[in-house]
């Protein structure tokens, strides 16, 4: 079935960086851009930017610009968010979504990884 | 960006009764770009409505979405025990993205 599975929780230190992963499976990896969303504990929804995997190309939200960098392996189909200069507000769950629509990079987000929590404590 | 607002905060229903969800964005959203997540606690959101009142696959037809420019609704007809959760609204006509910040319907 269409899936999205991410990698596991982590705790870093301030200052550090924070790489997750997110596998697909089921469908057609490059035909679908990926975003990334957070959700800071009992808080709401905060969209950090999406990556195409046909190009590449990329779209982040200003408040990430400088510390958020989103690639993308078409061999593994596996998208990654890589987040640095953590500071402890970045403590949150951190989901990937697919965006419904083919070849598209607005749209809504039918898919959704299960979340990483990253923790980000001294 | 486009900030969306949720109304009411917090809603307490009972099941079979109808829930009405407010979402009203400060300029008006392109295309009616427009979409509703449920979310359970510890589970990802889950794409209920896109394009204002279009039903994502599997969705079942008690729950609609209408609106156009700045006002969305969602409307749940017969609330199941299950569809006690958070709801989200979500722009994607203007970037950025943005979320509304949720409405808890409770029992």
């Known amino acids: 079935q269409v899936q999205l599975v991410q990698s596991g929780g982590e705790v870093k230190k301030p200052g550090a960086s924070v790489k997750v992963s997110c596998k697909a499976s089921g469908y057609t990896f490059v035909s679908h851009v990926i975003s990334w969303v957070r959700q800071a504990p009992g808080q709401g929804l905060e969209w950090m930017g999406w990556i195409s995997n046909y190009n590449g190309n990329t779209n982040y939200a200003q408040k990430f610009q400088g510390r958020v960098t989103m690639t993308t392996d078409t061999s593994t189909s596996t998208a990654y968010m890589e987040l640095s200069s953590l500071r402890p507000d970045d403590t949150a769950v951190y989901f990937c979504?697919?965006?419904?629509?083919?070849?598209?990079?607005?749209?809504?987000?039918?898919?959704w990884g299960q979340g990483t929590m990253v923790t980000v404590s001294s | 960006e486009v900030v969306l607002t949720q109304s009411p905060g917090t809603l307490s229903l009972s099941p079979g009764e109808g829930a009405t969800l407010s979402c009203r964005a400060s300029q008006s959203v392109s295309s009616r770009y427009l979409a509703w997540y449920q979310q359970k606690r510890g589970q990802a959101p889950r794409l209920l409505i896109y394009d204002a009142s279009i039903r994502a696959t599997g969705i079942p037809d008690r729950f609609s979405g209408s609106g156009s420019g700045t006002d969305f609704t969602l409307t749940i007809s017969r609330l199941e025990p299950e569809d006690f959760a958070v709801y989200f609204c979500?722009?994607?006509?203007?970037?950025?993205?943005?979320f509304g910040q949720g409405t808890k319907l409770e029992i």
């Open positions: 979500q722009q994607y006509g203007n970037s950025p993205n943005s």
């Open positions: 979504a697919r965006i419904r629509q083919q070849w598209y990079s607005n749209g809504a987000f039918d898919i």
